[in-house]
């Protein structure tokens, strides 16, 4: 079994086109390993990742927010190939003992304890295999900064793990200017639970004119109010969403990261532009489309509403990438209205039975042999009677049935109709992302206090720098500034110093806080 394990370096990071190399997952970051630890620790998340990013691969593969998917399904497919492995030995050697003892090789004893045997040893090595893969190459990395030393992002090789597949993944999982479809009814797939929403609306009206703004010759402008009528107004300069967009992108990251002092830097900070669409397709002609079928589906969307949204995301990985902020910002103009959308979002730590992996030997002696040697004794009867081989093995015939094969089983919306006219319709298939790795390993609370402190911190900090940005820009192009600053204030307040997002207790205090996750969600504070 040692041989699975062969590994293969994380690939680098293709070109992003004209603007230069586009910055790959974080594919060496805590959070990659703990979720690559927890595909051998967590069966039903093992399966969970297989299905997003193997069986589902029709589907769009979620943004990957401070890790990388590739290395947690090589995991996933190593583990799934030791279970599967072990089964296959015991079928076999389970078949010859049977012959043996049919031809009189070996007594009804001998073959039961033969079979007994090798359910133990087959446990046994399963055990010892997985042992050594999270103590060895699943290991927090040295700090004496030695190589070879814990996890340096490479993942083992396997056959269903294709270049083609790979090459997907690492396209797809990339959010950085590109197209992101989602599947659910939130567009912002991947990046966690909601935390904190508002909108707001403002006119775009002129500045009014002080003394030291009349033109060359005009002589200088009364002052506002001085004969009771309504004052004179700068003329309004022109922009677009685009370039308002381009504008606090470039600030927010000169101010938060580049141009900072380096006590004052903040090093996870990424700013990204990015486009949410849906990815519903009408499969004509077809009821239950193959797997080939839907390979060549590649590059076809359908988007029949126009629903495409331009977000700026401002994203803050902290704690080695375990905890992740996201702010989504939105721009629109209307006549001369603006509309801003804010909306934040956390990615809360991995769940803390994947951290398992920190607290285990470094190595493995002939005490803790021994111990794992009793262990496999006491839990071999009760995996024995489980139903998880009969499942796997059911899975695996099922789609291989004369009338099932190559099917592929695809969700279809409820058919009400009174004739059930549903039937003979075109098939429709959801291909847009509904869940990311990542969030299906999230912690339902904090691990630490200061963890729940920085996802505030850094969300007041995003808001409030975002708020100035957007008043700089309005105030360089003559805007009145007097609702935007009575906005700005109202948001702040309602967003204070004593709230708190999900805590460790599960309690939510924050007046400020919407969670919300569907169509009931309600309107953030600050709202027009």
Request: charged share 20%; proline share 6%; with cysteine.
């Amino acid at each position: 079994m040692a041989s699975d394990f062969l590994t293969v370096p994380a690939p680098s990071p293709e070109p992003g086109g004209p603007s230069g190399p586009r910055p790959g997952p974080d594919a060496t970051s805590n959070a990659t390993r703990l979720l690559c630890a927890g595909t051998y620790l967590d069966p039903v998340y093992r399966a969970g990742v297989i299905r997003e990013l193997l069986t589902h691969r029709y589907r769009v593969v979620a943004p990957s927010y401070g890790y990388d998917a590739v290395p947690v399904l090589a995991h996933a497919l190593a583990a799934r190939r030791l279970q599967r492995i072990r089964l296959a030995v015991l079928a076999a050697g389970t078949a010859l003992t049977f012959l043996l003892t049919t031809v009189g090789v070996l007594d009804g004893f001998a073959g039961v304890l033969a079979v007994v045997w090798l359910m133990w040893v087959t446990a046994f090595l399963r055990r010892v295999v997985t042992l050594q893969t999270l103590t060895r190459r699943l290991a927090a990395p040295s700090r004496d900064g030695r190589r070879g030393r814990g996890f340096d992002g490479s993942y083992p090789e396997h056959r269903e793990l294709t270049r083609e597949l790979v090459a997907k993944i690492e396209r797809e999982q990339t959010s950085d200017g590109t197209v992101i479809r989602y599947g659910g009814y939130k567009p912002f797939v991947g990046a966690g639970a909601p935390v904190r929403r508002w909108s707001n609306a403002e006119l775009l009206i002129g500045a009014p004119l002080v003394v030291f703004d009349g033109r060359p010759g005009a002589g200088p402008a009364a002052a506002p109010g001085a004969t009771g009528q309504e004052p004179q107004r700068k003329e309004v300069v022109p922009f677009t969403v685009e370039e308002l967009t381009a504008y606090v992108a470039d600030r927010m990251t000169a101010r938060l990261r580049d141009r900072a002092r380096p006590a004052q830097r903040i090093e996870g900070l990424a700013v990204e532009r990015s486009t949410f669409t849906t990815a519903v397709t009408t499969l004509r002609g077809l009821a239950e489309p193959t797997p080939e079928q839907l390979d060549r589906l590649d590059g076809r969307w359908e988007d029949r509403h126009d629903t495409g949204r331009t977000y700026l995301c401002i994203r803050v990985g902290s704690w080695d990438q375990e905890l992740v902020t996201t702010a989504f910002v939105g721009f629109d103009l209307k006549g001369n209205t603006l509309h801003t959308e804010f909306y934040s979002y956390v990615l809360a730590p991995v769940r803390a039975s994947f951290q398992l992996v920190d607290r285990l030997p470094a190595a493995l002696d002939e005490r803790l042999l021994l111990k794992l040697a009793w262990h496999t004794v006491r839990g071999t009867p009760r995996s024995a009677v489980r139903s998880a081989a009969a499942r796997a093995a059911g899975a695996r015939l099922l789609p291989r049935l004369p009338w099932a094969k190559e099917k592929l089983r695809v969700p279809q919306p409820a058919d009400s109709s009174e004739f059930g006219l549903g039937r003979y319709a075109d098939a429709v298939l959801n291909r847009g992302a509904v869940t990311s790795v990542r969030e299906m390993a999230t912690s339902p609370r904090f691990h630490v206090f200061f963890q729940e402190t920085d996802t505030v911190k850094y969300t007041q900090i995003v808001e409030r720098q975002f708020l100035q940005v957007v008043r700089d820009f309005l105030y360089e192009h003559n805007v009145d500034l007097a609702e935007h600053e009575a906005r700005q204030t109202n948001i702040l307040n309602d967003y204070g110093h004593n709230n708190s997002f999900v805590s460790g207790d599960n309690n939510t205090t924050n007046s400020g806080t919407q969670h919300f996750g569907g169509p009931a969600g309600g309107q953030g504070a600050g709202a027009a």
